[in-house]
């Protein structure tokens, strides 16, 4: 099953990539998303799976498409002039950060005490309540304070007249 | 069940899995292809007309023109399948497929009748087992994926009013989700649970079924049904008289019925939310604890009640105009449902 998953993930964000057409591009973002929700379920959380399609899938991939197909630019531009020295330094910084990230993974304390994980069930709605309130109350509360900001900075931005 | 698993040589659980398999899979299907008849036969009624009744078997029974759903399947099988030159042939194809498996798998979290215990086996009425985590946001997360399926048709076949269908349809999607969302929160809040079996087990009398407990929440539900299953009042992706079918407009054959089947399933399924959430689910009023068979019944009956206001709805009203839609949705829809989660917070916040 997390080979399957994980194909699906690799492979959505593959075509992300390579993909010409953006609109056929949003789509394979969308199965990246949906393998992503998978494998959320296999680590028996399904409340981030729901929410990962909910949020990413359902909500936002719409209004990217929405937008692409307002612009109708179906087609990715070709650039005024290529710049290989871009596309080499791109390369370099992206292995570079992917090597950082797997490192911090392979060192991190998690990883040297895994043991077959004991699963009490499902993560539920409730636990995660439970634990944003008590755990990362300060975290969350300036997190919804910068998405307020950012909607007002959206409306101020848009509206002419307020 | 044992009895019945023993003849298939399955255990107890795995053919009572293949049971409800099949129902949960045949029932809504059935339903909706149902429902295109009594679409059509009660728009004839409403609008003073006879209806769909000449077709028949043999040339004899019309079974007042029942026989219709098996003309047009044999006729839609029959047709050519034209893809027009410049669509975008894999998306085209795709398409029916992605509107119409999200419709189909929107029922598998509700439950269509009580639980039952059988020789120290309990026996779920529901394609999930109740505790999986996922709940009641398993059909909101899949009925925010169905709009992928009428973005793809209307972008693939490459046609101005079909893209006009979709971007319309994205848009109502996406701002009705919002109330929606948030009409079910109150729900869950009150509950204390979001599991669908907790929510009918809270509702186990006629007061205090959910609709009682929140009207405007119900309100703003069943408003945003109508918008999710893109019915009439808000059918903005077909418009058929401003562009002219919307994203169906290239569509024929096969996949024309593939698309249009998934909005009666839609139907389905969205009357059988409606029913879960605000109407007590499986639950028979003034009845405690009733038997399996009654409660399965129960659920039908009202199910297919809301099916039929559906219909009824969709003949009665005209459409709105887009941004009279957007309004609603914004401005009426959003702070209703906004303000029934505060009052019953505060309630709940008082009298514990």
């Known amino acids: 099953m997390f080979a399957i998953f994980a194909l699906i993930t690799l492979f959505g964000a593959l075509s992300v990539a390579f993909q010409k057409n953006l609109v056929v591009a949003g789509l394979c973002m969308v199965l990246t998303f949906f393998g992503v929700a998978g494998l959320y379920l296999l680590l028996s959380n399904p409340v981030a799976a729901a929410l990962q399609i909910i949020v990413y899938s359902g909500a936002i991939v719409v209004l990217v498409l929405f937008v692409i197909m307002l612009l109708s630019a179906h087609e990715e531009e070709p650039a005024g002039r290529t710049m290989p020295i871009q596309r080499w330094g791109s390369a370099v910084v992206a292995l570079a950060l992917a090597a950082g990230a797997v490192r911090v993974v392979l060192t991190s304390g998690f990883m040297q005490a895994m043991k077959p994980l004991k699963i009490q069930g499902p993560m539920n709605l409730n636990l995660v309540g439970v634990e944003l309130f008590r755990g990362h109350l300060v975290a969350f509360e300036v997190a919804g304070l910068l998405l307020l900001a950012t909607m007002i900075g959206a409306v101020a931005l848009v509206k002419k007249d307020l | 069940m044992e009895h019945f698993a023993q003849l298939l040589h399955l255990s107890p659980a795995m053919a009572w899995m293949v049971v409800k398999l099949i129902i949960a899979f045949a029932a809504p299907l059935v339903l909706a292809a149902v429902l295109t008849w009594v679409e ?12 769909p009744n000449r077709a028949a078997i043999l040339g004899r029974w019309r079974l007042l023109g029942l026989v219709q759903l098996a003309a047009d399947g044999i006729k839609f099988f029959l047709k050519e399948d034209l893809v027009t030159r410049d669509a975008n042939k894999t998306l085209f194809w795709l398409a029916p497929f992605m509107a119409f498996v999200p419709a189909m798998m929107g029922f598998a979290v509700i439950p269509f009748g009580r639980s039952f215990v059988e020789n120290g086996t309990a026996y779920h009425l529901s394609l999930l087992d109740p505790g999986n985590g996922m709940g009641m946001l398993y059909p909101m997360a899949i009925g925010s994926v169905a709009v992928y399926g009428i973005l793809t048709a209307s972008w693939s076949s490459n046609n101005k009013w079909s893209i006009l269908g979709g971007m319309r349809s994205s848009a109502q999607m ?8 948030v009409a079910v929160l109150a729900i869950f809040m009150t509950t204390g649970g979001y599991d669908p079996h907790q929510i009918i087990a809270a509702q186990d009398s006629v007061l205090h079924w959910n609709v009682v407990r929140h009207f405007f929440g119900f309100l703003v539900f069943f408003t945003c049904m109508f918008a999710e299953t893109n019915r009439l009042p808000f059918d903005f992706a077909e418009g058929e008289s401003e562009i002219v079918a919307g994203f169906h407009t290239e569509y024929g054959s096969m996949k024309f019925a593939l698309l249009q089947l998934s909005e009666y399933v839609h ?38 009640f809301f099916c039929w206001v559906f219909i009824w709805i969709r003949w009665t009203l005209p459409r709105f105009r887009f941004d009279q839609l957007m309004f609603l949705g ?12 505060l009052v019953h917070a505060y309630f709940m916040h008082r009298w514990g």
Do not use: C
């Open chain 2, 330 to 341: 914004w401005k009426v829809m959003l702070p209703l449902s906004l303000a029934n989660l």
């Open chain 2, 174 to 181: 996406v701002s009705y989700e919002i109330g929606m969302s």
């Open chain 2, 40 to 51: 059509r036969r009660g728009a004839a009624m409403i609008q003073d007309r006879i209806g």
């Open chain 2, 267 to 304: 139907i389905v399924v969205a009357s059988s939310l409606i029913v879960t959430l605000y109407f007590g689910g499986w639950q028979v009023p003034f009845v405690k604890d009733p038997a399996v068979l009654l409660s399965v019944l129960s659920f039908a009956g009202k199910v297919v």
